[in-house]
């Protein structure tokens, strides 16, 4: 199956550079480009794409809010922020709208066709260590408690499901959360899909912001 890319940039040289590294792979095409975000939204409308390449610094309407708008519609494709810098507040607003991961410019190619992969495929691209030091470095621009609504959401979690989305959010891996727990990977890959469906999030990216907004991870720190 051929996975339909969308790149959004302001830069016609970076789109070209991704659309020939793109192009060179046999389950891959470039179906659309835009040079920002209200064009973006514009293409989107009358084209199917699957993963978007999502530049955040653009004229016009920027990649986060692009990023918030495109999620909003049903049956969104997957976006994938590409940002200049690793600990980047563009990164963190487009983790927080709905972006599936996000990838530094200069990023090898074959790391940048394995994340476009790997988000097709339902899964997010941030390393859970780098989200953790994003989320540390801008927790304090998160909602400081009074956050009622989601605090009420984790009460459908068991407290093993609970367990699971601390460690997650601690930037641990499946592996290493079974480690941990004394459980098989299988069976934590069971946990985290559930804490997916009951809480209505996308990926793990969105389990490490909910459990940062909610405190039940708190920046620098443990659960």
Partial sequence: MTIRVMLVDDQVLLRTGFRMVLAAQPDMEVVAEAGDGVEALQVLRATAVDVVLMDVRMPKLDGVETTRRVCAEPNPPKVLILTTFDLDEY??????????????????????????????????????????????????????????????????????????????????????????????????????GRILTKLGLRDRVQVVVLAYETGLVRAGGHG
Wanted: proline share 6%.
């Fill in 91 to 192: 990164a963190f607003s487009g983790l927080k709208a709905g972006a599936s991961g996000f990838m530094l410019k200069d990023v090898p190619p074959g790391d940048l066709l394995a994340a476009i992969r790997a988000v097709h495929s339902g899964d997010a691209v941030v390393a859970p260590s780098t989200t953790r030091r994003l989320l540390d470095r801008f927790a304090p621009m998160l909602p400081s408690g009074g956050q009622e609504p989601r605090h009420k959401e984790l009460q459908r979690l068991t407290e093993r499901e609970r367990e699971v989305m601390i460690l997650v959010a601690q930037g641990l891996s499946n592996g290493e959360i079974a480690a941990r727990l004394v459980l098989s990977e299988a069976t934590v890959k069971t946990h985290v």
